[in-house]
């Protein structure tokens, strides 16, 4: 059964960078029929998607986010990861990581809070 | 960009009620349309696809209709584990982005 889990620090400073990772268990991250998403959704708030990677390494990214994301992919660890520089307190937030099948995410992990804080 | 909208923001209704909510995107997106149910404290969960098409597993009185820019989600009869927000959600090819609408919280009366 496929499992996502986000793991990382709950506290960043401001200006300073995010960086979470997903571990993928239950399958291959090298499946050539899924892309992998991240999504973050600020407390009491809606959605955002903020970027999906391939397990080639392809990305594509959220516009507002473009400047400040960094999706990689690791295969040999089922491995894939979010840097989001220059935080403020506006990127506080639950981070979701998921397995996106075409246009739709079926799958999702449990989410982890990131609180951006001095 | 597209825009999606959703609509009631809330709405409180009674068990075995029949609920619709409504997803307008400001253009024209075929079926490309997702729902999904997110409880307190919980991930969200991919209920409907392609406007239309049950996720294996999701009981039959969830339901989706629409194509183009207007699409309505429905749950025939509502029950008390049913509490949750639900999003619509969109894909645009160009640029490549996914869009959810800003949800929509159902509560028991």
């Known amino acids: 059964q496929l499992q996502l889990q986000e793991s990382g620090p709950g506290l960043v400073k401001p200006s300073e960078t995010l960086s979470l990772t997903c571990t993928v268990s239950?399958?291959?991250?090298?499946?050539?029929?899924?892309?992998w998403g991240w999504i973050r959704q600020p407390p009491g708030k809606g959605l955002e998607w903020i970027g999906s990677i391939y397990y080639s390494g392809s990305t594509y990214y959220n516009p507002s986010l473009k400047s400040r994301v960094t999706i990689s992919v690791d295969t040999s660890k089922n491995q894939f990861s979010l840097k989001l520089s220059s935080v403020t307190a506006a990127d506080t937030a639950v981070y979701y990581c998921?397995?996106?099948?075409?246009?739709?995410?079926?799958?999702w992990g449990q989410g982890t809070l990131v609180t951006v804080s001095s | 960009d597209i825009q999606m909208t959703q609509s009631p923001s809330s709405l409180s209704a009674s068990v075995g009620d029949r609920v619709t909510i409504t997803c307008q995107a400001s253009q024209d997106i075929s079926n490309y349309l997702n729902w999904y149910q997110q409880k307190p404290g919980k991930a969200p969960k991919l209920l409907i696809y392609?406007?239309?098409n049950l996720e294996t597993g999701v009981p039959s009185r969830f339901s989706g209709s629409g194509s183009g820019t207007d699409f309505t989600f429905t749950i025939s009869s509502l029950q008390p584990e049913d509490i949750a927000t639900y999003y619509c959600?969109?894909?645009?090819?160009?640029?490549?982005?996914?869009?959810f609408g800003p949800g929509t919280k159902v509560d028991i009366k």
């Open positions: 239950g399958g291959s991250i090298s499946s050539s029929s899924y892309y």
């Open positions: 392609d406007a239309s």
């Open positions: 998921a397995r996106q099948f075409g246009y739709q995410l079926p799958h």
């Open positions: 959600q969109q894909y645009d090819n160009l640029p490549q982005v996914f869009t």
